[in-house]
């Protein structure tokens, strides 16, 4: 049983990158040429005709890199290269498919008919291989957001785009998980616009300096988090005794007992299986807050913060129980 | 079966597709939507109930429904399954921790009987977030190439950028067409 | 009444089979003679069960009784409908109690009108004609069954009941101003109007 040696499979995939990358631009230009020719007010039978030139011309690419991916299959890459690979290929069908759509309008409806079977057909294929080169191993749940499952060294990427996202592996990245009795303090580019994970905390504090992507909670127990503007959604899961003082455009709250927010929240704050949670406008001050206000795009005019709508008291056309507004007096100032 | 119900399948013949939108909450379905729609997206809050949607899109009539993802909504999923021709399962591809969750409910659609003759379009949503996986890893998560209950197919897509959300609906529009329309 | 008539005719005219032709001419005859509910003469005619259901539906939904039926369980339940786009899941029980309820008292009339009249067969001949549902009657009860459409005749009679302004609907606009004329439209119509009336909020 011989391995390929590393130089072969990095001279490998080091032409297969370089290929696609050369494609990418090869077919970019056909299809600025075809919109082009478009443009000029070519004549219908012109611009399918060119159309066909194009899709058969990427159609065919796209096969060629399947039976490339297929050749270099045994052994020589790793999984993560796999998935990259399928990936690349799977958007370029769908760009494909895209490009397709995007010039129904003036095809013959048999060029159409034909370009459509065409991009299933590549689908299947695609499914076909990935079945084949795709090793059958299940994904794992357990321990999914902490542990180190990365398999990934520092390889030659097809895409740009999906190199960035591959290194961001492990996902949730910014992530404090089962820590006691501790203060931690994130702030500015560590964590500024990535998902934070704080998960499995007790006696804790946790100041967030900057201003994430989201916000997730999840099994807090008498904690204090104090968090700049979240741009997108906050979801608390399985927490009692906090507080948590935080800006989004979403919140939502899940089975959570003795929960004190400050919120300045764009759109109607949401509980479900929860109770004994106090609700108080957002008033954590820091020194940069009015630039990561500006950063997360939240508009700053729009607070529903006592608009909470509990999911276990929607029909019933009575106040909830399981929340209220806290009274001023008890509301904390919370600064850096 | 009611005369009514016969009645309704009859007349959703021209052109009409019904699209039912499912997912966990916070996967963004109705963000989906409304970005789909040219809405804006800034103000949208979590879905209490449902909305329904109505798009003209490539000559179609499409009659887009979507319900709260909340899991005291789920077990109300069920009195929406009917006469649906293609469902679309939003995953929010930045929450790993929900993603055995997401697995679960999943399965319980694709055993419905009333759900059978959908199409699935399964939306990897949230891309633009650098916590996501992408569409390969949710599509392995989800076990999809398992499934041989329904025609499916993942996209890797944003919501709030748009990104893939014109290729999953068209490719979900195409695959409904020929299987309801192909007589035309 | 009288807008019913040149529906039904025109139903079994555009068969192309011979059976329901025959049956169309008798029709005709029955009309001029100008019996509802000559049972006799149908009977032995060889009219289906299609065409003679759906001639009596036609008769069904424009009664009192039915109009009594619909509004009264608008006044039910209107309060709980509000204006915002999105919709309590509440909504969809009350569609599907609306729906059957409207399918029973159907079926009841229609078995007090038809000898052995079996709702699963009338289900079944519908099928078989899919391509023929064209016309009024259709597109009423397709109405019925549709969410959207439901929910804005609830709150059109909400907004007629509370007095409230209306909003310049499409409906509303090719509506005349005149209060008599617009009776004679749409149940839903009618009702709008009035509450432009208390209004006076005039469409554009």
């Known amino acids: 049983m011989s391995t390929p040696s590393t130089s072969t499979t990095d001279s490998r995939l080091a032409e297969m990158t370089a290929k696609m990358t050369a494609r990418e631009a090869e077919i970019r230009r056909r299809i600025e040429e075809l919109r082009a020719c478009r443009a000029e007010g070519k004549s219908e039978a012109e611009q399918y005709t060119a159309f066909e030139a194009a899709f058969d011309a990427e159609r065919l690419a796209i096969v060629e890199d399947m039976e490339a991916l297929e050749s270099v299959k045994t052994a020589a890459i790793s999984t993560v290269e796999i998935n990259n690979s399928l990936a690349a290929i799977n958007d370029k069908i769908a760009c494909l498919q895209r490009y397709h759509s995007d010039s129904v309008g003036f095809l013959p409806a048999y060029v159409s008919a034909s370009a459509k079977a065409k991009v299933e057909e590549l689908a299947n294929k695609l499914a076909d291989l990935r079945e084949r080169v795709v090793p059958k191993k299940k994904f794992a749940f357990s321990s999914a957001a902490s542990s180190n499952r990365n398999p990934k060294q520092q390889q030659p990427q097809q895409q740009p785009q999906k190199q960035q996202q591959q290194t961001q592996q492990p996902k949730v990245e910014p992530t404090l998980h089962n820590l006691t009795g501790k203060t931690v303090v994130l702030s500015d580019e560590s964590v500024a616009n990535k998902d934070i994970l704080l998960s499995d905390l007790a006696d804790c504090t946790i100041k967030v300096l900057s201003h994430p992507a989201t916000l997730h909670l999840n099994g807090l127990t008498n904690c204090t988090i104090l968090c700049g503007p979240v741009h997108r959604s906050v979801l608390i899961e399985k927490c009692t005794d906090f507080t948590l003082v935080v800006a989004c455009h979403q919140l939502r709250l899940h089975c959570s007992t003795r929960c004190k927010l400050y919120l300045h929240v764009t759109s109607t704050p949401i509980i479900e299986y929860s109770n004994d949670v106090l609700i108080a406008p957002y008033n954590f001050n820091y020194a940069n807050l009015s630039d990561h206000v500006t950063l997360s795009g939240l508009n700053w005019h729009r607070n529903q913060w006592d608009q909470v709508q509990d999911f276990n008291h929607l029909a019933g056309h009575v106040a909830s129980p399981n929340w209220s507004i806290m009274p001023e007096a008890d509301r904390l100032n919370w600064e850096e | 079966m009611g005369f009514y119900s016969i009645l309704k399948k009859l007349k959703e013949k021209e052109k009409e597709v019904r699209i039912l939108i499912l997912g966990l909450d916070n996967a963004g379905k109705t963000t989906l939507v409304k970005k789909f729609n040219g809405d804006d997206i800034d103000e949208v809050s979590p879905t209490l109930g449902f909305s329904i949607k109505t798009l003209e899109h490539r000559g179609f009539r499409l009659n887009v429904w979507d319900v709260g993802g909340q899991k005291s909504l789920r077990s109300y999923w069920r009195n929406y399954f009917e006469a649906t021709d293609g469902l679309v399962w939003v995953v929010d591809s930045a929450d790993q921790r929900r993603l055995s969750d997401c697995k679960q409910e999943f399965g319980q659609l694709l055993v419905e009987e009333r759900l059978a003759g959908a199409s699935l379009l399964v939306f990897a949503n949230k891309q633009d977030l650098p916590g996501a996986l992408d569409a390969g890893q949710i599509s392995a998560a989800l076990e999809l190439d398992n499934v041989k209950t329904h025609h499916s197919r993942i996209f890797g897509c944003s919501a709030v950028t748009g990104l893939n959300l014109l290729e999953g609906i068209d490719w979900l529009i195409d695959d409904i067409a020929s299987r309801v329309f192909s007589a035309d | ?204």
């Not at chain 3, 079926?107 to 699963?120: A, K, V």
């Open chain 3, 1 to 204: 009444m009288s807008n019913s008539q040149p529906a039904r005719n025109n139903k079994p005219k555009s068969s192309s089979s011979n059976q329901r032709q025959d049956g169309s001419s008798l029709l005709d005859q029955v009309d001029f003679i100008g019996d509802e509910d000559d049972i006799d003469i149908q009977s032995h005619a060889p009219v289906s069960l299609f065409d003679e259901a759906i001639g009596h539906i036609e008769d069904i939904m424009v009664e009192d009784a039915f109009q009594e039926l619909q509004n009264s369980f608008f006044s039910n339940y209107s309060h709980l409908f509000s204006e915002s786009e999105e919709n309590q899941l509440e909504y969809t029980n009350i569609h599907a109690e609306y729906v059957a309820t409207l399918e029973r008292h159907l079926e009841t009339e229609l078995s007090q009108r038809i000898e052995d009249f079996s709702m699963e067969r009338f289900a079944h001949e519908l099928t078989e004609r899919k391509d023929q549902l064209e016309g009024e009657v259709f597109e009423m009860l397709f109405t019925i069954t549709d969410f959207v459409a439901f929910k804005e005749a609830m709150l059109d009679y909400k907004r007629a009941a509370t007095g409230e302004a209306v909003d310049v609907s499409m409906d509303l606009v090719v509506v005349p101003l005149t209060p008599r004329d617009a009776e004679m439209t749409s149940p839903s119509a009618s009702l709008s109007l009035r509450g432009t009336g208390s209004t006076n909020k005039k469409p554009r």
